[in-house]
């Protein structure tokens, strides 16, 4: 009996170690950053305007409240460009989707005399 589980826990302990690494690679690999960019890049086409940048700043996690619960926010930063109505029609298709973005902060900057405008968006992924 003693030597079936003295068995049973070294076998255990097999099975973690070799689970560890393998649950580390996934932890480590980012795929929120995919989801996002498929999101406003749909969003943005549908409402006429260009993708120019999407990235996650390094060290973009930051802690946010929901309720009383406390959840970490994974921080993007998009940069579009267009007319101001197609920045509204991204806006109302950004509502839509099923994936939870928050806006934190707001850059629109006109470009040209056309009415086109620059948006940096900084959203949080929560």
Known sequence: MKKNAAQLEARIHKLQSE??????????RDYETAQVVMAVMKSAGAAGLELIN?????GSV??????????????????LKGPY???????????????????????????????EIMIVLHLALL
Do not use: Y
């Not at 689970?19 to 480590?28: F, M, R």
């Not at 109505?85 to 005399?113: C, R, Y």
């Open 62 to 79: 930051s802690v946010a409240s929901l309720g009383q619960q406390k959840v970490e926010a994974v921080m993007h930063e998009i940069h």
């Open 54 to 58: 999407a990235v996650r700043p390094e």
């Open 19 to 28: 689970i560890q690494p393998l649950s580390a690679k996934l932890v480590s």
């Open 85 to 115: 109505a197609g920045f509204v029609k991204f806006l109302q298709s950004m509502q839509n989707k099923e994936i939870a973005l928050t806006i934190k902060s707001l850059e629109i900057v006109p470009v040209s005399d056309k009415g």
